[in-house]
């Protein structure tokens, strides 16, 4: 008898599905294992008011392969100019689920992000007043501060001064890559969550950097040293509610990856869930994959766990997932662990 693990149906709370061709292609990889993702706003350009959102919403109902059954939820990128009552329009209406914090410079397509927090305190004040989640890029473009550093930083110098000028403000530290930032999430209230990615429970910055540079492992955050990797994975399979699963797949085309100045972003769609069922079973945890995958994210956003359940299958031989993904924007490489997979997930 082969090993099962049937939970209910996963959700993403940190996605980056692009637009027309890439999404036509990355949609499908997201929509067969899960059932709402929470969809990132950095395009080019950004999606920054309501009826940005609404359009880019519509763009991905008409992308979405028949007989799919997800739900995209949408985001609204903050900048200096964003209006506080069209985001608590866009809120009132049941458009969107958070608004998202991008420091300017901080990551892929941030340059329309926040320089000068000041800025913004009249949408987080509305924010905070209406209950409308906030999630954090969070890392300081100061290029005095190391690259490794920059998430601790951003909690001493951003974050926690944010948080203690807005009460009430609900927080996700989205992609947390440090025991700094697991210890953060740790000491606040029920008004605060992190996601962690995949790849971040799988890879350390040796694995970037340690006998060739490995491009398709770049993203930002960047994978900090092992001591870190390993407070992430006691996290995420700690089944503590503030932790959930934000894979921030994120695609990029190969030669953008392959290139004198590298894209960041990893692309783990197609093959995330069996590399958790991976990370989780040996940390003896699999009975607390569905609390990080499944149900910690839908109480966070206050909506109801998924009614229907997917079931992964531990295979007596390594199951077979595409390297590569054509699409037409260019050929886009998934995520490779560096180990075989077992677990096959089955619809
Ligand atoms: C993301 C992207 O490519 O949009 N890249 C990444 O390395 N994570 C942006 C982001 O989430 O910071
Ligand atoms: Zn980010
Ligand atoms: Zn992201």
């Known amino acids: 008898m082969s090993q099962t693990l049937t939970l209910r149906r ?5 996605l980056h599905l692009r637009d027309g061709a890439m999404l036509e292609a990355v949609l499908p990889e997201s929509a067969r294992h899960f059932g709402r993702a929470i969809i990132m706003p950095n395009l080019v350009p950004p999606v920054v008011t309501g009826a940005d959102a609404r359009a880019y919403r519509t763009r991905i109902m008409e992308a979405m392969p028949t007989g799919a059954c997800f ?14 009552a069209d985001v608590a329009a866009a809120h009132r209406a049941g458009l969107i689920s958070a608004v998202k914090l991008y ?4 990551t892929t397509n941030s340059h329309s ?3 000068d927090f000041d800025k913004v305190r009249g949408v987080l004040e509305k924010m905070a ?34 948080r203690r000028k ?3 403000l609900r927080v996700v530290m989205e992609h947390v890559t440090t025991s ?5 999430a740790r000491a606040g209230g029920d008004d605060l969550a992190a996601t962690i990615t995949t790849h971040h429970l799988v890879i350390n910055r040796n694995h970037i950097l340690a006998g060739g540079i490995r491009p398709h492992y770049y993203c930002l955050p960047v994978a900090k040293r092992e001591t870190h990797r390993l407070a992430l994975r006691e996290a995420a399979t700690s089944g503590e509610a503030r932790f959930f699963l934000g894979t921030d797949s994120a695609p990029h085309p190969d030669h953008l990856k392959e290139h004198p100045c590298g894209c960041a972003g990893c692309f783990t769609a197609t093959n995330t869930m069996s590399i ?10 699999l009975d607390r994959l569905e609390r990080f995958a499944s149900l910690n994210g839908a109480a966070f956003y206050g909506l109801p766990p998924a009614e229907t359940t997917v079931t992964l299958e531990k295979r007596a031989e390594p199951c077979a997932y595409p390297a590569k993904i054509e699409t037409g924007a260019g050929t886009v490489t998934v995520f490779d662990p560096g180990f075989p997979l077992y677990w096959a997930f089955k619809d």
């Open 166 to 168: 807005t009460p009430g």
């Open 180 to 184: 700094e930032g697991i210890a953060y």
């Open 129 to 162: 007043e209406i209950g409308l989640t906030l999630c954090v890029h969070g890392e300081v473009t100061d290029p005095a501060v190391d690259i490794f550093d920059r998430e601790a930083v951003f909690i001493d110098r951003v974050l926690d001064p944010v």
């Open 71 to 84: 739900t995209p939820l949408m985001t609204l990128y903050l900048t200096e100019d964003t209006d506080p």
């Open 113 to 115: 992000g926040v320089r």
């Open 276 to 285: 958790l069922a991976h990370v989780f079973e040996e940390e003896g945890a």
């Open 10 to 14: 996963p959700d993403d709370w940190h």
């Open 103 to 106: 420091p300017a410079g901080a």
